[in-house]
Antibody
Framework: QVQLVESGGGLVKPGGSLRLSCAASGFTFSDHYMSWIRQAPGKGLEWVSYISNTGSPTYYADSVKGRFTISRDNAKNLLYLQMNSLRAEDTAVYYC????????WGQGTLVAVSS | DIQMTQSPSSLSASEGDRVTITCRASQSVSTYLNWYQQKPGKAPKLLIYAASTLQGGVPSRFSGSGSGTHFTLTISSLQREDFATYYCQQSYRTLFTFGPGTKVAI
């Protein structure tokens, strides 16, 4: 069955960096577009970034453009999100998600940005 | 970007009630509209895609309709396990924006 497992979250100071990973299994990873979607505590869902099955093109929310970079390794079935210049407002659970109609989600990884 | 709105933002209902949630898009998204259910501490779950197609395994009491800019999610007879937050999402154009959510509570 489809499985998406995020890792790499944690507590980081404002201005710091973090790299999230998502390990995919149970499907042909290289056939699917992938995304990162986040949810701040008590808030709604925000689509952060989206990457084609080949790695290009990529898309970003205005709120993270220039600070976050999405990438993937199709040989290893891994999705990444490099997050730089982190701000308090980036605090959220980050979900790895498959396709534009998201029928598969990871369990989420919490990123907390605080001094 | 395409903006999504939902109404109401929250509602109180009882088991057996018929519940309708509305979603509007700032521009036409054709039928590229999806609905998700989220329970506290859990990832969202896809309920309906392409405005009206029920995802496999989702009970038939859930239904969706609409096209263009106006959509509805209906729960014909609310069950206890349906108390959750519901989000619409457009998959017409990147980035695939979500509505702000509707919390269905007792």
């Amino acid at each position: 069955q489809v499985q998406l497992v995020e890792s790499g979250g944690g507590l980081v100071k404002p201005g710091g960096s973090l790299r999230l990973s998502c390990a995919a299994s149970g499907f042909t990873f290289s056939d699917h577009y992938m995304s990162w979607i986040r949810q701040a505590p008590g808030k709604g869902l925000e689509w952060v970034s989206y990457i084609s099955n080949t790695g290009s093109p990529t898309y970003y929310a205005d709120s993270v453009k220039g600070r976050f970079t999405i990438s993937r390794d199709n040989a290893k079935n891994l999705l990444y999100l490099q997050m730089n210049s982190l701000r308090a407002e980036d605090t959220a659970v980050y979900y790895c998600a498959r396709d534009a109609i998201v029928d598969s989600w990871g369990q989420g990884t919490l990123v907390a940005v605080s001094s | 970007d395409i903006q999504m709105t939902q109404s109401p933002s929250s509602l109180s209902a009882s088991e057996g009630d018929r519940v309708t949630i509305t979603c509007r898009a700032s521009q036409s998204v054709s039928t590229y509209l999806n609905w998700y259910q989220q329970k506290p501490g859990k990832a969202p779950k896809l309920l309906i895609y392409a405005a009206s197609t029920l995802q496999g395994g989702v009970p038939s009491r859930f239904s969706g309709s609409g096209s263009g800019t106006h959509f509805t999610l209906t729960i014909s007879s609310l069950q206890r396990e349906d108390f959750a937050t519901y989000y619409c999402q457009q998959s017409y154009r990147t980035l695939f924006t979500f509505g702000p959510g509707t919390k269905v509570a007792i």
